[in-house]
């Protein structure tokens, strides 16, 4: 499965953006799909996360309700999008696909390319 995550860019404090997930594959309504991201200096963290179904999501706790993940699987593409955006939501965010429905990047087998998201104050 390649992916391709777009959207990215610069905000200020209190802004929103939506990220985009493109796959590749026809299965792709067969995986759970995650996003994660990374900040200079720090490992990278679950963001969220939603089953094939599109019924199930799970988010980490830092979220609070400001994102929400989506998916439509009928475009293979899966959403992320971020409201109420903060300078500490600044890094690279990435997609990726998993057989499973962990939140560990460990449990995740295809990654995209990952986008830029930089929230100014």
């Known amino acids: 499965v390649q992916l391709q995550a777009f959207g990215g860019g610069l905000v200020q404090t209190g802004g929103s953006l939506r990220l985009s997930c493109a796959a590749s594959d026809r299965t792709f309504s067969s995986y759970t799909m995650g996003w994660f991201r990374q900040a200079p200096g720090k490992e990278r963290e679950f963001v969220a996360r939603i089953l094939w179904s599109g019924g199930t999501t799970y988010y980490a706790d830092f979220t609070k309700g400001r994102f929400t993940i989506s998916r439509d699987n009928a475009k293979n593409t899966v959403y992320l999008q971020m409201n109420s955006l903060k300078p500490e939501d600044t890094a690279i965010y990435y997609c990726?696909?998993?057989?499973?429905?962990?939140?560990?990047?460990?449990?995740?087998?295809?990654w995209g390319q990952g986008t830029q998201v930089t929230v100014s104050s």
């Open positions: 990726a696909a998993s057989k499973s429905w962990g939140v560990r990047a460990t449990s995740y087998d295809y």
